[in-house]
């Protein structure tokens, strides 16, 4: 059964700082990865997505790298800014099966403080 | 264009209720979803549905059904509710986009609390 983990649960920067964001998953098998945000009290919006023969995505100050065979992705998120302040999480989809299925990571709470 | 819908935004149960939560989309997507959300846990599959007539179950579907009622609309329903199913509830609906990418919309989400 697919894993998904995102270490740390909550991460405090300030404003301008680099930052990286990590997700682990424990099934290789995965037909993609996508990253997301989601503000407080509110539903989940698409950051990025890679496909599992891609290395990288990038929009805008947002990179996010994927390495399949060591099970991890990263988000980068550079000259952070309050409004950066959510809980991203990571979520994979297998690539047997269902194809439709995403398992999620419990997310990590970031705050940018100014 | 609304995107995702769901009806109520929050809800207050007794053990054993019955109710159903609303989902609808514009977006003319064939696929939907329904998921929960508890702390700590990230979201976990209820049920989903490919196309319109079809649904499957995801990885926690008991105590729940569903109806696809049309393209549109996919509804969630809890037949005896259980203080166990207070959660955040997502519905989602999904495009495949250039050919193999397949991004999923999220709705704002239900709070269901049961007593």
């Known amino acids: 059964k697919q894993e998904v983990t995102q270490i740390p649960a909550a991460l405090s920067v300030p404003e301008g700082e680099n930052l990286v964001l990590n997700c682990s998953f424990t099934d290789s098998a995965i037909y993609n990865l996508q990253w997301f945000r989601q503000d407080p009290g509110k539903g989940l919006t698409s950051l990025l997505l890679?496909?599992?023969?891609?290395r990288e995505q990038t929009s805008g100050r947002l990179n996010a790298s994927l390495d399949k065979s060591s099970g991890r992705s990263t988000l980068y998120i550079a000259a952070s800014q309050p409004g950066d302040s959510a809980t991203y999480l990571c979520a994979v989809r297998r690539s047997s099966g269902s194809a439709r299925q995403l398992t999620f990571g419990s997310g990590t709470q970031l705050t940018v403080l100014p | 264009n609304a995107g995702v819908t769901q009806t109520p935004k929050f809800q207050v149960l007794k053990t054993g209720q019955s109710m159903t939560l609303q989902c609808a989309q514009d977006?003319?997507?064939?696929?939907m979803y329904w998921y929960r959300q508890d702390p700590g846990m990230g979201l976990r599959l209820i049920y989903y549905?490919?196309?319109?007539?079809?649904?499957d179950k995801g990885e926690v579907p008991n105590g729940y059904n569903v109806s696809r009622l049309n393209k549109r609309e996919f509804s969630l329903r809890l037949e005896s509710a259980a203080p166990s199913q207070t959660s955040v509830y997502f519905c989602a609906s999904s495009v495949r986009t250039s050919g193999i990418q397949e991004t999923q919309y999220f709705g704002p989400g239900t709070r269901l609390l049961v007593l």
């Open positions: 549905s490919a196309s319109e007539g079809t649904t």
């Open positions: 977006m003319n997507h064939n696929s």
């Open positions: 890679i496909q599992s023969s891609q």
